[in-house]
């Protein structure tokens, strides 16, 4: 993709139109971009872009407008990284430089407001479709209780929101995890060795970005490979020259019954159980718990997870405290793939009257 509209002097050039408001999902893989007209209502514009197509975000805010043919009056980002209180961000999982929001806004003309990246999922969960959900596990929705969305994508990451709608994010996707077998010792050691510190976290071992590529070459140095069928391993090369990881090819190969991609789901679906398992005993998220992400909303693959691996049993933990809890929360997957994009737009329109 080209990028011909960088210069101040070119952007502010284009007409300014106040009554079109932007949400943008940005993370390391791809932008969500999603633009109503808030005096009509109507969408104006919707696309999506490859993060690694364009060297910075000013280099894409350019792409965008000069794909609109104006700017916006407002534009809310949620940003994949950690946001700073004057609103700038660094982006994880990408080489793009600190995002500096007031030379931002400077060079540009346009309002804009970041937020982190689960603010906008969740934002998104408080006005999602019942029809873009599908329950995984049974349980109780209280209304009123907070809900839990966790996403698994090129990262991990998690936020909460409030029956108020205040969207409360979080980072625990680098929150660290306890082997549950022998062959996650086993793994969490590779790790550790693949990386030089005592400390890996979830991100780190189940991500699409580094843990299925670490689980996929574990399993081949761990003697697993012989399980490896050669349609599976020639699928997830194709993924891989393709630039989508190895994800897709281990998930497709475990539902269609691989058992080298069986086994690293089992390990995947573990992992992501405890760590399910401690952000419920944390939040407490008694309006339920969504998963969302690329990995997540995966044709076929929350249900393999729950159905196939030890998810269950890992989430509930027999023995533990608060099992009666746990076992009351419902769990989902949405559905909807631009439920992050949809709650960033909600955020730029609940916004627009305050400036």
Do not use: C
């Amino acid at each position: 993709m080209s990028h011909t509209v960088t210069a101040q002097s070119v952007i502010l050039t284009f007409p300014l139109k106040g009554n079109v408001v932007g949400g943008l999902d940005v993370g390391g893989t791809k932008v969500d971009v999603l633009f109503t007209d808030v005096s009509t209502g109507r969408i104006v514009f919707r696309a999506r872009y490859r993060s690694s197509d364009f060297v910075s975000l000013d280099a894409l805010l350019d792409q965008i407008i000069s794909d609109l043919g104006y700017r916006p009056g407002r534009i809310v980002m949620a940003i994949a990284g950690p946001r700073q209180s004057n609103g700038d961000v660094q982006m994880t999982n990408t080489d793009w430089p600190i995002i500096d929001v007031r030379k931002t806004i400077a060079r540009t003309g346009i309002r804009i407001e970041t937020v982190n990246d689960m603010v906008g999922t969740v934002s998104g969960l408080g006005v999602l479709n019942l029809s873009k959900q599908t329950m995984l596990k049974r349980g109780s929705v209280d209304p009123d209780g907070p809900k839990l969305g966790i996403t698994v994508s090129t990262g991990v990451g998690d936020g909460i929101i409030l029956s108020n709608g205040t969207s409360i994010p979080g980072e625990a996707g680098h929150a660290t995890w306890q082997p549950q077998s022998p062959l996650e010792f086993r793994y969490l050691q590779w790790l550790q060795n693949k990386y030089d510190t005592s400390t890996i976290t979830v991100e780190l071992a189940i991500s699409g970005d580094h843990g299925f590529p670490s689980l996929y070459q574990f399993l081949i140095e761990d003697g697993w490979g012989s399980e490896l069928l050669t349609e599976t391993r020639n699928n997830i090369a194709n993924y891989v020259r393709a630039g989508e990881g190895y994800g897709p090819g281990i998930t497709e190969g475990a539902i269609a019954g691989d058992k080298f991609s069986m086994k690293a789901m089992e390990i995947f679906g573990s992992i992501l159980g405890q760590h399910t398992r401690n952000r419920a005993v944390s939040t407490l998220p008694t309006g339920g718990i969504f998963f969302v992400g690329s990995v997540m909303q995966a044709p076929g693959v929350t249900q393999y997870v729950i159905r196939h691996t030890p998810f269950l049993e890992t989430f509930l933990a027999e023995g533990a405290k608060h099992i009666d809890l746990l076992r009351r929360i419902p769990i989902f997957t949405v559905t909807d793939k631009s439920v992050a994009v949809k709650g960033t737009l909600e955020l730029a329109k609940a916004t627009q009257g305050n400036n």
